[in-house]
């Protein structure tokens, strides 16, 4: 097989072996999802309440990040963590992520530490997950957080989302013979680059679709 055949049939393989989205995550209010499996998340301000995001089954990261509001001198004035990576894992399911009620500074700096999420199942279970703050030293005016993400998750750790590393020649040969016999290319194809979008993209992708 040609390396150009091969490189072709591994995109398809990491595709088919995904199926459409099986769990939606939902994030409480005060809660800013910042990027969703290494690609920045476009939804609404933390502010005005909850965004929810479609995932595949399996492991997921997320990269989130606290604010509530706190009274100084009288004032009441909004408090932020740092971004924290999430890593769990979970199978057809309606998860909800939250965070503590938090009133005091001390409060949130013990939050900092990323071990006080709170990851809900649809059952009320409690899901498990890795966390770890997302730290940049220095000043700075923005970040770059996927370029950030990939940096983070090169080094590994617990957190990190591992790259698939399970493509072998069987396989490949697997998803070829899958496609002769349903010779439904096109749809195969449709999948793999639907799963390659971001956020917006597939939302309007799906509205073009109802709209047909």
Same mark, same amino acid.
């Given at each position: 097989?040609?390396? $150009?055949?091969? =490189? ?6 990491? #595709?088919?072996? *995904?199926?459409?989205?099986?769990? /939606?995550? !939902? %994030?409480?209010? $005060?809660?800013? =999802? ?6 920045? #998340?476009?939804? *609404?301000?933390?502010?005005?309440? /909850?965004? !929810? %995001? ?159």
């Amino acid at each position: 097989m040609r390396f $150009g055949s091969k =490189l072709f049939f591994c995109s398809i393989f990491l #595709f088919s072996a *995904s199926v459409m989205a099986d769990v /939606k995550l !939902t %994030v409480d209010s $005060g809660i800013e =999802l910042i990027a969703v499996n290494g690609t920045e #998340f476009n939804g *609404s301000f933390f502010g005005t309440g /909850k965004n !929810t %995001v479609e995932l595949l089954n399996g492991d997921n990261q997320v990269l989130v990040r606290y604010s509530v509001e706190m009274k100084s001198s009288g004032d009441t004035e909004i408090e932020s963590s740092n971004p924290h990576v999430l890593l769990f894992e979970a199978h057809d399911d309606l998860v909800l992520l939250s965070a503590p009620e938090i009133k005091k500074m001390d409060d949130l700096r013990d939050f900092d530490n990323g071990k006080y999420w709170i990851l809900t199942g649809s059952s009320g279970e409690s899901i498990d997950y890795q966390a770890q703050p997302l730290i940049r030293e220095g000043f700075q005016l923005s970040r770059n957080y996927e370029q950030e993400l990939k940096e983070f998750n090169r080094k590994g750790g617990a957190v990190s989302m591992k790259s698939d590393s399970s493509i072998s020649d069987d396989n490949i040969s697997a998803v070829t013979s899958v496609l002769s016999e349903n010779n439904n290319l096109p749809e195969v194809m449709l999948r793999y680059w639907y799963f390659q979008a971001d956020h917006k993209t597939k939302v309007r992708f799906k509205s073009w679709v109802l709209d047909k």
